[in-house]
């Protein structure tokens, strides 16, 4: 069965940093695109930011200049570096991985900014 296992998330003040992880032990990441989404409370999901077998980043507006999106393949991980973070930003985080019709999630990680 695919798993995704997302970590790094936590509690946070606004203006601070987390690096969240997205890790896919048992596909053949290469060949997928990656996706983060969040959830705010109360909130539908909305997608955060992407990045395609070739590389190639794709963001949220509200996100653009602070949040920055990067894979491992060997390592079948992907990373989502969060600078600046606002309240706004505050939520479940899941990855997603998504090849043809083959789509898989994770089962998120927590993410807290506030004063």
């Known amino acids: 069965q695919v798993q995704l296992v997302e970590s790094g998330g936590g509690f946070v003040q606004p203006g601070g940093s987390l690096r969240l992880s997205c890790a896919a032990p048992?596909?053949?990441?290469?060949?997928?695109?990656i996706s983060w989404y969040r959830q705010a409370p109360g909130q539908q999901r909305t997608f955060v930011s992407s990045i395609n077998i070739s590389g190639w980043t794709d963001y949220a507006d509200s996100v653009k200049g602070r949040f920055t999106i990067s894979r491992d393949n060997p390592k079948n991980t992907v990373w989502l570096q969060m600078d600046n973070l606002k309240p706004d930003d505050t939520g479940v985080y899941s990855c997603?991985?998504?090849?043809?019709?083959?789509?898989?999630w994770g089962q998120g990680t927590q993410v807290i900014v506030s004063s």
């Open positions: 997603n991985a998504l090849r043809g019709g083959l789509e898989f």
């Open positions: 048992n596909i053949t990441f290469r060949f997928y695109s």
